[in-house]
């Protein structure tokens, strides 16, 4: 569905790039996840792929369309949900997907089937103007489903919102991927990035540093440590234990022994800690 090679962009016409050699492809179906802390290339690379910003240098294929000759019918399969909602203030949120869906050229979907869908139902009559922030976020959410989009562009989609809405939208993201719905998503928050994504491409500074599943990251970069609680409840101890390191292995023989374990779990390091580990950059 994405075919990126050798992308380039400069926001100053000189070689101090804002995305700087970027290539990769994504298949059809797949969750992409594009992370990285602020600044370092998402939103350039995303406004290249989805038409917002001119393409200057390298090849870019979105949905089989070359985003350098672009044709109006690519924006009825794609779609995209920004960070910065961009809804009209002065339309109610029913008008706002009703005018968006006059843009299209194939069949939209229900705006207020949408509206429940993000739990907005009771809100279609309301201007967007008295919506808070993550109510605006989730109008722009609903915005982008509008054209049943093969190829769907997410930008911090859960941002702002609060842990029951946020499940909820990424109950939304993973069915729509059921469907065979391939995703696009560019975040730095590692967590949603491990829940929903089956690849994920780390870039700093406009260069991305490598490509693959959260789980061979973990395996390949993540410590294998052993997390044991022991002792009784009033007196409960816990250690954390390498299981390659030798004297770690003789201490868990140990307390497997002489102690009463009360839990024992593998512990894993988090897409956060590998991220650090390999770029050197925290996510701020």
């Given at each position: 569905m994405i075919t990126v090679e050798h992308l380039y962009h400069s926001y100053s016409d000189d070689e101090i790039y804002a995305v700087k050699d970027v290539s990769f492809e994504i298949p059809k179906g797949e969750v992409f996840g594009f992370l990285g802390p602020s600044g370092a290339g998402k939103s350039t690379a995303q406004g290249i792929l989805t038409g917002l910003l001119k393409l200057q240098k390298g090849h870019v294929s979105v949905a089989g369309y070359d985003v350098e000759k672009i044709k109006q019918e690519m924006f009825n399969q794609i779609g995209v949900s920004f960070e910065q909602s961009n809804v009209y203030s002065k339309m109610t949120a029913l008008e706002n997907l009703k005018f968006y869906a006059q843009l299209f050229d194939?069949?939209?979907?229900?705006?207020?089937?949408?509206?429940?869908?993000?739990?907005?139902?009771?809100?279609?009559?309301?201007?967007?103007?008295?919506?808070?922030?993550?109510?605006?976020?989730?109008?722009?959410?609903?915005?982008?489903?509008l054209n049943n989009p093969e190829l769907w562009f997410l930008d911090e989609p859960t941002t702002g919102?609060?842990?029951?809405?946020?499940?909820?939208?990424?109950?939304?993201?993973r069915e729509e991927n059921r469907k065979g719905v391939t995703i696009f998503l560019t975040t730095h928050n590692m967590y949603i990035a491990d829940e929903l994504c089956d690849r994920v491409a780390?870039?700093?500074?406009?260069e991305i540093k490598l490509i693959d599943s959260p789980q061979n990251l973990k395996l390949k970069y993540g410590q294998d440590l052993i997390k044991v609680e022991y002792g009784e409840n009033s007196r409960l101890q816990s250690k954390t234990l390498s299981t390659t390191d030798e004297n770690d292995r003789k201490k868990l023989i140990e307390l497997i022994e002489n102690e009463n374990i009360r839990t024992m779990h593998t512990k894993e390091a988090t897409l956060e800690e590998i991220f650090i580990k390999v770029t050197g950059r925290e996510l701020m």
């Open positions: 194939v069949p939209t979907r229900n705006p207020q089937e949408l509206l429940e869908l993000v739990g907005l139902n009771s809100k279609g009559d309301i201007r967007a103007s008295e919506f808070s922030k993550g109510m605006k976020h989730r109008l722009t959410f609903a915005r982008s489903m919102l609060d842990p029951a809405i946020a499940s909820i939208i990424k109950g939304i993201i780390f870039i700093v500074e406009g």
